[in-house]
């Protein structure tokens, strides 16, 4: 496969800050017709130091991160209670991009899972006080049979958010963008936290 879609990248080219770069790709990835393109694959790390990676939707980007949804309850969610570590890809094969992440999490407060809890389609919300993520279930009735109970529950009232349930904000210290180039050289662009700001270079391809 030769990639061609891509002019050059340069330094010159990019925002100082490599969130507002992500949001700049992201769109562009929307405008060509991806049809997720804020799914992005996360890596999580066991305290056997097992990594684990699947992939999530990343909700809210802004100065402070990378916000996700999931519940914490997951075998993500068991990895980040003890490793805050994790690194997370985007792929968009429509631009021939590639962007890395790397860096910490934090949960978000409990009153912001609320609230953005509250913002989700009653049915998303049923699903999520419904399913305890990972773990195993003998069969699908029995998921089922689970949710038609926490429907009939919450009958005529707003469905609460659970306990389990919430997001976490990945607080990079390290983004990389690639960009496919014809031949093998393709373009690499690294920033990395230097103090307040952010010190880009190129990595060999
Ligand atoms: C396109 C796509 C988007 C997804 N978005 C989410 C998400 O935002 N949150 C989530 O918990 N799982 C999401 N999933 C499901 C996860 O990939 C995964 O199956 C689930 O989180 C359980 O992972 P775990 O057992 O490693 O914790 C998504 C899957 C796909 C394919």
Not at 59 to 88: H, I, M, P, W
Not at 100 to 120: C, D, I, K, M, T
Not at 163 to 178: K, L, M, N, T
Request: charged share 25%.
């Amino acid at each position: 496969m030769q990639y061609t879609r891509n002019p050059p990248l340069e330094v010159d080219q990019l925002s100082p800050d490599p969130l507002l770069q992500l949001e700049a790709w992201i769109g562009a990835a929307r405008d060509a017709g991806m049809i997720e393109p804020a799914a992005m694959t996360l890596a999580t790390v066991d305290a056997g130091g097992q990594p684990s990676a699947r992939v999530v939707l990343l909700k809210a980007l802004s100065a402070d991160g990378l916000t996700f949804y999931t519940c914490y309850e997951s075998r993500k969610g068991r990895d980040l209670a003890g490793n805050s570590q994790v690194a997370a890809t985007f792929w968009w094969d429509r631009l021939e991009r590639q962007v890395r992440v790397e860096g910490r999490v934090e949960p978000l407060p409990r009153s912001h899972n609320q609230s953005y809890f509250a913002s989700r389609p009653r049915e998303s919300r049923l699903g999520a006080i419904t399913s305890r993520q990972s773990r195993v279930v003998a069969t699908r009735a029995e998921l089922d049979a689970r949710l038609q109970a926490v429907t009939e529950l919450w009958q005529g009232r707003a469905p609460e958010c659970p306990d389990h349930w919430g997001g976490y904000r990945i607080r990079p210290h390290c983004v990389e963008f690639w960009q496919g180039r014809s031949g093998r050289l393709h373009d690499r662009l690294r920033y990395r936290r230097a103090g307040d700001g952010w010190v880009i270079e190129r990595l060999e391809p």
